[in-house]
């Protein structure tokens, strides 16, 4: 069974840093594109990063150029997002998603993830 299971988030002060972490099972991830999303109350969901399996590559949103971090770990299989200089606009329900079709990280920011982990939610005080 396919599944995704997203950790890490909690409180922290605009400024300070979190990581979130995304466990997969039930697929080779190195074989697709998984990416990190968030959504907001009131707003649509967004992609902020995402990476591909087969060779590591990634890709962000504009917004946290230079703030965040994806990575992959094949022995955990699971797929971090390390935060930091956190702003109170990056409060959101942040989920972690796979892509199956071969789409690219930008089509996928564009249509979405196949499959989706529960999220988990990161609030920035100001």
């Known amino acids: 069974e396919v599944q995704l299971q997203a950790s890490g988030g909690g409180l922290v002060q605009a400024g300070g840093s979190l990581t979130l972490s995304c466990k997969v099972s039930?697929?080779?991830?190195?074989?697709?594109?998984i990416g990190w999303f968030r959504q907001a109350p009131g707003k649509e969901r967004e992609g902020v990063s995402c990476i591909d399996g087969s060779d590591g590559r990634t890709y962000y949103t504009d917004s946290v150029k230079g703030r965040f971090t994806i990575s992959s770990d094949s022995a955990k299989n699971t797929v971090d997002l390390q935060m930091n200089t956190l702003k109170p606009e990056d409060t959101a329900v942040y989920y972690c998603g796979v892509d199956l079709h071969d789409s690219t990280c930008p089509e996928t920011f564009r249509y979405g993830m196949d499959l989706w982990g529960p999220g988990t939610q990161v609030t920035v005080s100001s």
């Open positions: 039930g697929f080779n991830f190195e074989e697709y594109k």
